[in-house]
């Protein structure tokens, strides 16, 4: 079993910026990738990064490349998610992911099986 527990979000102006971050706790021994989705109102949950354990490698939905960084604290048990020039359709309930028995494809929702509250990111224009 894996909690996660996100932070970090809020409110700011387009072209700001905010740092999530995402605690993990129990058997975060057995991690094997981490990954921030979101959602917006009436729309599906997509996954926007991810960042394999073992090797640190990351990956990016298109739309934030180039913009967003995942990076990892394995001391901490951390994920953090950098948004820099923030975007009103950036707009969306983020969540933290986690997977203990490796994915095939690191933004797609199914492939994970544990799951944090989420955290509110508004972007106004």
């Known amino acids: 079993q894996v909690q996660l527990v996100e932070s970090g979000g809020g409110s700011v102006q387009a072209g700001g910026s905010l740092r999530l971050s995402c605690a993990a706790s129990g058997n975060t021994y057995g991690i094997r990738s981490l990954a921030w989705f979101r959602q917006a109102p009436g729309k599906e949950r997509e996954g926007v990064a991810a960042?394999?354990?073992?090797?640190?490698?990351?990956y990016y939905a298109d739309s934030v490349k180039g913009r967003f960084t995942i990076t990892q604290d394995s001391a901490a048990n951390t994920v953090n998610l950098q948004m820099n020039s923030l975007k009103p359709e950036d707009t969306a309930m983020y969540y933290c992911a986690a997977d203990l028995v490796g994915v095939l494809d690191s933004l797609n929702r199914d492939e994970y099986l544990y799951w944090g509250q989420g955290t509110q990111v508004t972007v106004s224009s």
């Open positions: 960042i394999y354990t073992e090797d640190s490698a990351t």
